[in-house]
């Protein structure tokens, strides 16, 4: 096995003991996995447990355009954010029926997280679909 595997995050492998404060926030920064952007400054998100369908992970554009049905992922552990200007850099899509995905803002990579406009006060960013640092 090599480094690059080992180090790569994968589905339910997220150590929370050493993301999640006592107080139940995120420590680290919260980064883009593919351009490496900061989405999150440390100390800004709380840990939530809920299970969200996010697509799988693409460019804008075939987030919103694809038909019929859509390949993704149902993932439960999340960063809870309550404002929107909370966020560094992070970009939404367009209505998705009553969602607006998360993407990262400089690269277009997404979804990385979840926004349902029946509810204007969260915004979930999916452990498993950034970095920590």
């Known amino acids: 096995m090599d480094n690059q595997e080992q180090n790569s995050p994968s589905e339910g492998c997220v150590d929370r003991s050493t993301l999640v404060s006592g107080v139940g926030k995120n420590i680290k920064s919260v980064l883009c996995?593919?351009?490496?952007?900061?989405?999150?400054?440390?100390?800004?998100?709380?840990?939530?447990?809920?299970?969200?369908?996010?697509?799988?992970?693409r460019k804008k554009t075939t987030i919103t355009q694809s038909e019929g049905?859509?390949?993704?992922?149902?993932?439960?552990?999340?960063?809870?954010?309550?404002?929107?200007?909370?966020?560094?850099?992070?970009?939404?899509?367009?209505?998705?029926?009553?969602?607006?995905?998360?993407i990262c803002a400089d690269c277009e990579i997404g979804p990385i997280g979840w926004h349902?406009?029946?509810d204007k006060k969260s915004f979930y960013v999916a452990l498993e679909r950034v970095n920590h640092a």
């Not at 840990?47 to 799988?56: H, I, T, W």
């Not at 809870?80 to 209505?95: A, H, I, P, Q, S």
């Open 33 to 57: 996995r593919r351009c490496g952007s900061k989405v999150l400054c440390p100390g800004m998100a709380v840990f939530a447990e809920k299970e969200l369908f996010l697509p799988s992970m």
């Open 69 to 102: 049905s859509v390949d993704g992922d149902t993932l439960t552990t999340h960063w809870l954010v309550d404002d929107m200007y909370t966020f560094e850099n992070v970009g939404f899509t367009k209505d998705v029926g009553r969602i607006k995905y998360l």
């Open 116 to 118: 349902s406009l029946d």
